[in-house]
């Protein structure tokens, strides 16, 4: 069973900085597309990146790109998403999800992860 415990979110005001950490244990890490989604109170789940099993590509929502990054760590199974310049619209809790059957088109699709993280809250305030 594949297991994801998100950390690193919190309270920062408009412009600053976060960087989310998602662990992952169980499986085989390279196997697994890596995602992040992020939900708002009374909003569906949104995709915010993917990156892709080696590394090589990543994928960003249009409302994130090039504010946020999406890295992982094959060795030390870990998938990051620093959050720069930050905006009160990015609050919400934001979630880690993992996939072993995605392809290039389905990276934006929740449906399509096969393992979520608990989440952890981001709060942007103005």
């Known amino acids: 069973q594949v297991q994801l415990v998100e950390s690193g979110g919190g309270l920062v005001q408009a412009g600053d900085s976060l960087r989310l950490s998602c662990a992952v244990s169980g499986g085989t890490f390279i196997n697994n597309v890596m995602g992040w989604f992020r939900q708002a109170p009374g909003k569906e789940r949104d995709f915010v990146a993917a990156?892709?099993?080696?590394?090589?590509?990543?994928y960003y929502s249009d409302s994130v790109k090039g504010r946020f990054t999406i890295s992982r760590d094959n060795a030390k199974n870990m998938v990051f998403l620093q959050m720069d310049s930050l905006k009160p619209e990015d609050t919400a809790v934001y979630y880690c999800?993992?996939?072993?059957?995605?392809?290039?088109?389905?990276?934006?699709?929740?449906?399509?992860?096969?393992?979520w993280g608990q989440g952890t809250q981001v709060t942007v305030s103005s």
């Open positions: 999800a993992a996939g072993a059957h995605l392809g290039s088109t389905d990276y934006f699709n929740p449906r399509r992860y096969d393992y």
């Open positions: 990156v892709s099993r080696g590394a090589l590509r990543t």
